[in-house]
């Protein structure tokens, strides 16, 4: 399985947007092959960073998402409301304990 972690800072004045961009599409995401999770986060101190993190049942359907429609076009109306450059980062899972 693998993690992917992003994270993302934006201008205040464009987190509603944001907000309401991924209230729009994170259940096609979720619903996309090979999603097994999703998840945004805000930060609790500055409300306008954010993180997503999804499960992904291995590199190949994640890569497919990227290369995807949903993607491209979700990303597309993401970027423009950055106010710092998002990191992304994917982790295979080691160890889980529950």
Same mark, same amino acid.
């Given at each position: 399985?693998? @993690? @992917?972690?992003?994270?993302?800072?934006? =201008?205040?004045? /464009?987190?509603?947007?944001?907000?309401?961009?991924?209230?729009?599409?994170?259940?096609?995401? @979720?619903?996309?092959?090979?999603?097994?999770?999703?998840?945004?986060? /805000?930060?609790? =101190? $500055?409300?306008?960073?954010?993180?997503?993190?999804?499960?992904?049942?291995?590199?190949?359907?994640? $890569?497919?998402?990227?290369?995807? =429609?949903?993607?491209?076009?979700?990303?597309?109306?993401?970027?423009?409301?950055?106010? =710092?450059?998002?990191?992304?980062?994917?982790? @295979?899972?080691?160890?889980?304990?529950?």
């Amino acid at each position: 399985m693998i @993690r @992917r972690i992003v994270h993302m800072s934006f =201008d205040p004045d /464009q987190v509603e947007a944001f907000l309401m961009l991924f209230e729009e599409r994170c259940e096609h995401i @979720r619903a996309f092959p090979g999603c097994l999770e999703l998840t945004l986060l /805000q930060a609790a =101190d $500055e409300p306008f960073r954010f993180v997503t993190y999804s499960l992904w049942e291995n590199e190949a359907s994640l $890569e497919t998402y990227r290369a995807s =429609d949903l993607f491209t076009t979700t990303w597309a109306r993401t970027k423009v409301l950055f106010n =710092d450059r998002p990191k992304a980062t994917s982790y @295979r899972m080691v160890r889980h304990l529950e």
